[in-house]
Structures are given as structure tokens and as C-alpha cells.
């Protein structure tokens, strides 16, 4: 394949991952929901555009690593799912991203595996998530308030979990897409932890402590065009202190 032919192509298939993701997380953010077809035709062209480059550069090695790609790819988005680390509209973006371009080689990276690489920089790209809700707690305790008023039972281990996940607010109830982080048995308010069940439970008061119910699919695409653009967030990361 021509050097130009192959840069025409692999354009064509990150607009089309690009165009997919941003439309799948606008939608996500707006009602929590995918459409499957938005999966299924993304996955069909992408796959076809990957057939055709295989067929094009025919290259054992490339072929190999395209195939590992897209194995290790799936096969985590899956295991993610499976374990119920997040939700399948996740799992069907690292598989979208994966077969529609197994392969990209920015100047930093660690590896060539676009899909690994999109869901580990948006992974660490979350991790901006406990550290804003650390400064919004840190703030307020600063400003003299008890945001562990009612939670004097619970553990200093509890308390710092949920300083990381989540903050006490005054108007639970009116916020949306913002899940409860607490729970009331006998008569008493405990923290609750579980974050993981992708279950819209509302706030049932208005004082209460709550986590943010982001997308990781928001994050999944801000790793893919991280990656595309400059490349792999563990290797920034490594080459500041290698360096």
C-alpha cells in the first residue's frame, strides 16, 4: 500500500471512531443510554475498513499484531463488563475502537494497541474525578463546616473513601444523574460505597452525600483522541520521571 493511500485510510477510520465516540458520549451524558445500531454500524464499516488494510499491506507481522490487538482489545472490554467494572455501552466502545483500528503508532507509547491503550488513558483520566471531589471537601472543611455530621459512627478509613468519592450537598434531590453515597439503617446514616451497579438511584434527601454519576464512556473517548493526538498517558508519565 502507498504511504498516501495508508494515511487517507487510517483519516477515514479516526474520523469514523471519532465521530462514533463523541456521538455515543453527547448521548450517554444526555440520557445514560446508547443505541445498539450506533455499535453495530460503527463495528460493521470499521471492521470492513480494517479488512480492507489488511488485504492492502499484507504483512504477516502487521497481520499478527492486528489480530492480538483486537483479541486483547475485546477480550478485556469484555472481562471489564463481565466483572461489572463498568457498563456494556463501555465495553462495546473499547470493541468498537479496537476493531475499526487495532493499530496506531503516535511518537510516545508503550504499545500500538489503540483500544488498550484508549480505555488505560481514559482510566487514569478518571482519576481527576477523586481528586476534584478531595478539593471540594478540603474547601468546605476549611470554610468550618462538619461535612461528617450524622456519620460520627463510621470508620476514619470510610470517612477518607468517601472524601475521594463524593461530597455532602445541600439540594441532593435536584441534581441529576448524581447518585446517593450514603444509606439509612435503624435509624442511622451509613456510607455507601457501592457505585457500581450503573443504577440511576435517586437522592432521598436533600442533605446528603453523592458522587457524580459520570460516564466512563466520556473518559473511554477523551483516551482515544488523547491517544491519537499525542499518545499514551502511562508513557507521559513513565518518561517524566525516566527523564
Known amino acids: 500500500m502507498l504511504v498516501s493511500e495508508f494515511k487517507i485510510l487510517n483519516t477515514i477510520r479516526i474520523a469514523l471512531i471519532s465521530a462514533t465516540m463523541l456521538y455515543s458520549s453527547y448521548s450517554d451524558w444526555i440520557s445514560r443510554e446508547v443505541d445498539d445500531k450506533v455499535w453495530i454500524i460503527s463495528g460493521i464499516i470499521g471492521g470492513a475498513l480494517t479488512a480492507l488494510d489488511l488485504f492492502l499491506t499484507w504483512n504477516f507481522r502487521y497481520l499478527t499484531l492486528t489480530l492480538i490487538s483486537i483479541g486483547v482489545g475485546c477480550g478485556l472490554a469484555y472481562a471489564f463488563y463481565y466483572f461489572g467494572l463498568y457498563g456494556g455501552a463501555d465495553a462495546k466502545a473499547v470493541m468498537v475502537i479496537s476493531i475499526g483500528l487495532p493499530l496506531y503508532y503516535p511518537q510516545m507509547r508503550l504499545h500500538p494497541f489503540t483500544g488498550l491503550a484508549s480505555l488505560s488513558n481514559g482510566l487514569l483520566i478518571s482519576l481527576m474525578v477523586p481528586i476534584s471531589m478531595l478539593i471540594l471537601n478540603l474547601s468546605t472543611i ?6 461528617f455530621e450524622g456519620f460520627e459512627h463510621e470508620s476514619r478509613i470510610r470517612k477518607l473513601a468517601a472524601v475521594f468519592l463524593g461530597v455532602r450537598v445541600k ?50 473517548t477523551a ?14 508519565i513513565v518518561s517524566i520521571f525516566i527523564h
Not at 476549611?142 to 461535612?147: A, D, H, Q, S, V
Not at 447518585?179 to 435517586?202: A, M, Q, V
Not at 483516551?223 to 507521559?236: A, S
Open 223 to 236: 483516551g482515544f483522541l488523547i491517544f491519537i493526538l499525542l499518545g499514551d498517558v502511562i508513557y507521559m
Open 142 to 147: 476549611l470554610r468550618g463546616e462538619n461535612i
Open 171 to 220: 439540594d441532593a434531590r435536584r441534581r441529576k444523574f448524581w447518585l446517593p453515597l450514603e444509606e439509612e439503617k435503624d435509624g442511622k446514616r451509613y456510607f455507601s460505597f457501592n457505585i457500581l451497579t450503573f443504577e440511576l438511584e435517586e437522592p432521598k434527601r436533600d442533605d446528603c452525600w453523592v458522587t457524580p454519576g459520570l460516564p466512563l464512556l466520556l473518559f473511554i
